[in-house]
């Protein structure tokens, strides 16, 4: 089992910048590939950003591309969410996620794929 917890969410004028932290515990956090995702009010699950178990991989929605980055420090266990220039339709609730992987270069953007999940932190943009 692994557990997750986000934090970092809030309310910010659009424009302005929020960082989410996941903090994993459980199994050894380098087995496992990361992923961010959102979900806003009747809308479905997306991946906004994904990162390999090494970091060296990302992958990013088109729609964050340029504003948000995603990283991870495998010797503190937690993945970060850099999201700058932020804008209302940006507004939901934000989800970490880790996969198990053997490889430890590849991502994926299927949330189907991955096998834990946190609680969700909301992040609320206001115009």
């Known amino acids: 089992q692994v557990q997750l917890v986000e934090s970092g969410g809030g309310l910010v004028q659009a424009g302005g910048s929020l960082r989410l932290s996941c903090a994993a515990s459980?199994?050894?956090?380098?087995?496992?590939?990361m992923g961010w995702f959102r979900q806003a009010p009747g809308k479905e699950r997306e991946c906004v950003a994904a990162i390999s178990r090494s970091g060296e991989t990302t992958y990013y929605a088109d729609s964050v591309k340029g504003r948000f980055t995603i990283s991870r420090d495998n010797a503190k266990n937690l993945v970060y969410l850099q999201m700058n220039s932020l804008k209302p339709e940006d507004t939901a609730v934000y989800y970490c996620?880790?996969?198990?992987?053997?490889?430890?270069?590849?991502?994926?953007?299927?949330?189907?794929?991955?096998?834990?999940w946190g609680q969700g932190t909301q992040v609320t943009v206001s115009s």
């Open positions: 996620a880790a996969i198990f992987r053997a490889s430890t270069t590849s991502v994926t953007s299927v949330p189907a794929a991955y096998d834990y």
């Open positions: 459980g199994r050894p956090f380098s087995w496992y590939g």
